[in-house]
């Protein structure tokens, strides 16, 4: 082994992603005026809180060696789910409950193709994608659902003692995926079905059943998602999520999670959530257009990507 | 080195191949049958062609795709890759004027991403579904970036044959089609790179060990899917006669579908050219069908992806059944 390698390998994870971001960060405090102030961090912190929502989960997924390509599309649908639900009934719980069942239906599904028919995690979801995104457009035909009261906006703008309301949502669903990994039974199968699967099943634990949980878990966060992101423009559109589950990929890959062993690290994807965010909204200062920055985020992964396989080395 | 030893297995696999393909020709003849029950405009001479240079279209964006899938990779940069050689190549025909630089323009681009795939792929080591997977962000990123939302159309005739052109009374993509099938075949199942191809699916440890070099036909597997990819691209263009950022969008999937459909099998190793050849052919018929019985387009993409659903698990199933 050379001694670059070595000290690679001996990296911990922690400065991979940190300096990322503090690369990123002084990168666009020098490169513009507006990026270090407070309206400007507390949008990155707000803006951020949607990705949030769906990087959570995916560690997860990632962690037990599978993936979930259909997330954007199903916020998608569960956020044209819940703007057609309270258009129609004006109950706020009614169209949540729309938008979570949308969201744990899909789960469900993707769990039973992942673990009952044992169908490779990337084309079972990208096979529910095509699925979610014919739904949404057969449900809006294309056009944009709006016409939804003004309250729902206030989930959004709105503050709880002072503090964003989308950023208490993200705080808490933070903290209750840091329970579920951390500190329960649950979280520990999660960590062995990356790993090692087998030992999980000679100790007589149903991987199919933790495997369909799994995806369950993301289906219900993205119907938190859909809340936040319909408040945040108003209105539900056949597009809006498409590609977020991209972002939510990068957040985990940059976030020093590790697509073939399993190992994950649910801060580190908070960092990596944060470092998408301020790599949008630097490139938005910059007036650089939407395009080049998905291919800003394509090239980060990439790279987080092939640091990570330094990592592997033998 | 003993690629003789390799080449055997897949031979053996081309018999048991043959019965499915039987089935899957039943299963297309079939749905000609139904179609034409269900609708009169079916069985005209318009539509049959239509259907075929839409099967040739397909079948050119996955028969690289087929490659890429038999060595238990995947490519789901190819919709992305058609995007960016479209657009790069209309813009150098509209401004150089000329079909051939154009053609290379696009034949390159879409060579230069496989080949940048096969890099992540082997010298990276990144799995192959998630290095193709930010590979076509990218490269809609840049796409859309290039062309800044404005549309480029109105291409020389010369280039056009490409697309709308007969020959004898048959459409020019069905001979591209042809002549691809042609080489694809023979590729797979007469040469010795073909048949490491197939090796590499069934055991890359053993193929390793048998010395194949795995890593540089790793390579090439991507490049020719991207070469087929920027071929594909510019019968597109050929054919709508304009450019959009949005040119390549919604072709993975359905180039996916065929490959699978087509009895390859998504774990590497089984599978045919002229297999992905029938599967172009069956998803083009029941994606023309909805046409014909006027069902909404907005259901293609899900029944798209049902179909490559229902296709991995059969195979999954077989998979599990041979085990």
Known sequence: MSDAAAATTALPRVPGVAFALIVLCTGFAVTSAGFVTPTNIANILVQSTILLLLALPMTLIIMTEGLDLSMGAVLTLASIALAIVIISTGSFALALLAAVAVGLCFGFANGLLVSVLDIPPFIATLGTLGIAQGLSLLATDGQSVVGIPRSIEGIYSGALVGVPLPIVIATLAYGATHVLLYQTRFGAYICALGGNREALRVAGISVRGMLILVYLFAGLMAGFAALLMTARLNSAHPTAGIGMEFDAIAAVAVGGTSFERGNGWLFGTLLGVLAVGVLRNGLNLLAVPSSAQVASIGALVIIALFIDGLRREP | ?323
């Open chain 2, 1 to 323: 080195m003993s690629a003789a030893d390799v080449a055997v297995r897949p031979r053996l696999a081309l018999s048991s191949n043959f019965q499915q393909g039987l089935y899957r020709i039943l299963a297309a003849a079939l749905l000609c049958m139904v179609l034409s029950g269900l609708s009169e405009a079916f069985m005209t001479q318009n539509n049959i062609l239509n259907v075929l240079r839409q099967t040739a279209l397909l079948f050119l964006m996955a028969s690289g795709l087929t490659l890429v899938i038999l060595t238990a990779g995947l490519d789901l940069s190819v919709g992305a890759n058609i995007g960016l050689s479209a657009c790069l190549a209309a813009s150098v025909i509209k401004t150089s004027d000329s079909a051939v630089l154009g053609t290379a323009t696009g034949i390159g681009c879409g060579m230069l991403v496989g080949l940048a795939n096969g890099a992540l792929v082997t010298a990276l080591r990144i799995p192959s579904f998630i290095a193709t997977y930010g590979m076509m962000w990218m490269l809609t990123g840049i796409t859309y970036f290039y062309m800044a939302g404005e549309t480029i159309h109105g291409f020389p005739p010369a280039f056009r044959q490409l697309g709308i052109g007969y020959l004898l009374g048959i459409p020019m993509p069905i001979y591209v089609m042809l002549l691809f099938l042609a080489i694809g075949t023979f590729f797979a199942q007469r040469t010795v790179w073909g048949q490491q191809v197939y090796a590499i699916g069934a055991n890359p440890v053993a193929a390793r060990l048998s010395g194949v070099p795995v890593p540089s036909r790793l390579v090439l597997v991507y490049t020719v899917s991207g070469a087929m990819a920027g071929l594909a691209s510019l019968i597109i263009l050929a054919r709508i006669n304009s450019a959009q950022g949005d040119i390549g969008e919604d072709l993975t999937l359905p180039a996916i579908a065929a490959v699978l459909v087509g009895g390859t099998s998504l774990f590497g190793g089984s599978g045919t050219v002229i297999g992905t050849l029938i599967g172009a052919l069956i998803l083009t018929l029941v994606l023309n069908g909805m046409n014909l019985l006027q069902i909404n387009a907005s259901w293609q993409p899900l029944v798209t992806g049902v179909i490559v659903l229902l296709a991995v698990w059969i195979s999954t199933r077989t998979r599990r059944m041979n085990e």
